[in-house]
């Protein structure tokens, strides 16, 4: 096995890992973490299919005379998507914090049945979370 092999086994290993840890996590820290896994696995599998040996990077167009320029559609695709990701992981921490705060638990089913709770005092009857 070679390196780009390796590197994508590793990033769709890292993937199901994370989704693995999602779904069977009950803890919203660890919820957090395992989507930035998931992210990170999908970032490394896309950057992977992106890189061929041989090509040179897309710097300067007189290049084009010493061989074939990689796509440079990838990378800034990747890029995007790690400033995305960066983004989501933001708004998941501060949604936790606020949780943390009002709930004092990180802790998914103590969340659900404290807003449970809160809904059975505020309309006086058992609403679905």
Avoid at 42 to 61: E, H, K, N, Q, T
Avoid at 121 to 129: A, F, T, V
């Amino acid at each position: 096995m070679d390196v780009a092999s390796i590197l994508e086994v590793a990033s769709i290993g890292m993937f199901f890992l994370g989704f693995f840890g999602l779904v069977s996590s009950n803890n919203i820290i660890k919820s957090v973490i395992f989507i930035v896994l998931m992210e990170t696995g999908v970032i490394m599998f896309f950057l992977r299919v992106g890189i061929s040996s041989g090509y040179l990077p897309p710097i300067a167009d007189h290049l084009r005379e010493y061989g074939y320029l990689a796509d440079p559609l990838p990378s800034a695709l990747m890029i995007t998507a790690i400033v995305i990701g960066l983004s989501v992981t933001a708004i998941n921490i501060t949604m936790l914090m606020t949780l943390l705060r009002k709930y004092r638990t990180a802790d998914w089913d103590a969340v659900k049945e404290a807003v449970m709770h809160e809904n059975l005092e505020i309309y006086g009857e058992d609403k679905k979370c």
